[in-house]
């Protein structure tokens, strides 16, 4: 084989190679929106509220919730009670509450 064959060839595994990439990367990417938006659909109060919109903002507002759930679960009570210490009972009148 000719090194212009070999070349051409290379460039074409890296193009079909970039091109399953993506396509996996955005199957995997449905699927865990798909997982997402079931998970919270479950959930009663915000089920109800993600019907109220198209399938693609249910996906993208299920995804939020869960990346935010990871974050809250991650932080610490110290963290915790020090970010939300204004929203406590006992300061609600400074807020204007």
């Not at 070999?6 to 449905?30: C, G, P």
């Not at 919270?40 to 019907?51: A, C, Q, R, S």
């Amino acid at each position: 084989m000719a090194l212009k064959e070999q070349m051409q060839n290379a460039k074409q595994n890296a193009a079909m190679r970039e091109a399953t990439a993506k396509k996996l990367y955005a199957n995997d990417r449905k699927f865990r929106m798909a997982k997402a938006l079931e998970a919270w659909k479950t959930v009663p109060e915000i089920g109800e509220g993600l019907d109220k919109y198209d399938e693609s903002t249910q996906e993208n507002t299920a995804m939020y919730l869960s990346q935010q759930m990871h974050h809250m679960k991650r932080m610490t009570e110290t963290v915790f009670s020090q970010n939300f210490q204004s929203f406590s009972p006992k300061h609600r009148k400074h807020i204007g509450a």
